[in-house]
C-alpha cells in the first residue's frame, strides 16, 4: 500500500539571505506581531490541503484570530496589506475571503516534482475547456515488414531446366 496522496507540506522554504520587503512592511506596520502573522500564516497554508485557507467560514476565520492571537480589526488590515502588496490573491479575497499565495506554491515546485500529485492550482478557477480530439484516421493499410518471407508467402519454386 503507497503512501496518501496529499497536498499539504511539511516544511516550505524561509529564505534568509534575501531582503524581504513584506517582511519589512509588515514589521513597519505591527512589529513582532506583523512578522509573526506572515509566517504563521505561510505554515497554515502549507498544512492546508490545497494551500489555500477559507475564511468565509465563520469557524475557520475564528481559528484563524486565535492561531494569530491578534485582534480581528488588524488581521484584516494585515490581510490588506497582503493583498496591495500582491502576496495574497485580492480576487479571491474579495470574492471568496480565500487566502491563496502562489508564490508560496511556486517555491514549493521541488517537493511536487518528487510526488506522484501535482501541485494544487488556484482554487475557482474555471477550468479551461480542453481543446477537441482529433478525430481518428482511418486505419491504412501496414507496410510489409522486411526479411524472410514466411512459407506461405514465399515465392514459387520454378521448374528445373534439367528435367
Avoid at 513582532?32 to 504563521?40: E, L, M, Q, R
Avoid at 486565535?66 to 496589506?81: D, G, H, V
Avoid at 502588496?85 to 480565500?98: A, F, M, R, S, Y
Amino acid at each position: 500500500m503507497g503512501r496518501p496522496r496529499k497536498q499539504t507540506v511539511d516544511y516550505f522554504p524561509h529564505f534568509v539571505s534575501t531582503d524581504s520587503r513584506t517582511r519589512f512592511i509588515l514589521e513597519d506596520g505591527w512589529g513582532n506581531d506583523g512578522y509573526a502573522f506572515w509566517f504563521k500564516l505561510l505554515e497554515l497554508l502549507c498544512r492546508s490541503e490545497g494551500h489555500y485557507y477559507d475564511c468565509s467560514e465563520t469557524a475557520n476565520e475564528k481559528y484563524l484570530v486565535a492561531l494569530m492571537k491578534m485582534e480581528q480589526e488588524n488581521i484584516s488590515k494585515i490581510i490588506e496589506t497582503l493583498v496591495d502588496l500582491g502576496n495574497i490573491d485580492g480576487q479571491l479575497w474579495e470574492e471568496h475571503k480565500v487566502i491563496w499565495c502562489q508564490s508560496l506554491v511556486d517555491n514549493l515546485q521541488d517537493v511536487y516534482s518528487k510526488r506522484t500529485v501535482s501541485a494544487p492550482t488556484r482554487p475557482f478557477t474555471e477550468k479551461q475547456e480542453e481543446p477537441p480530439t482529433p478525430e481518428p484516421e482511418p486505419e491504412q493499410e501496414k507496410p510489409k515488414k522486411r526479411g524472410r518471407p514466411k512459407k506461405s508467402e514465399a515465392r514459387p519454386k520454378r521448374a528445373s531446366c534439367l528435367s
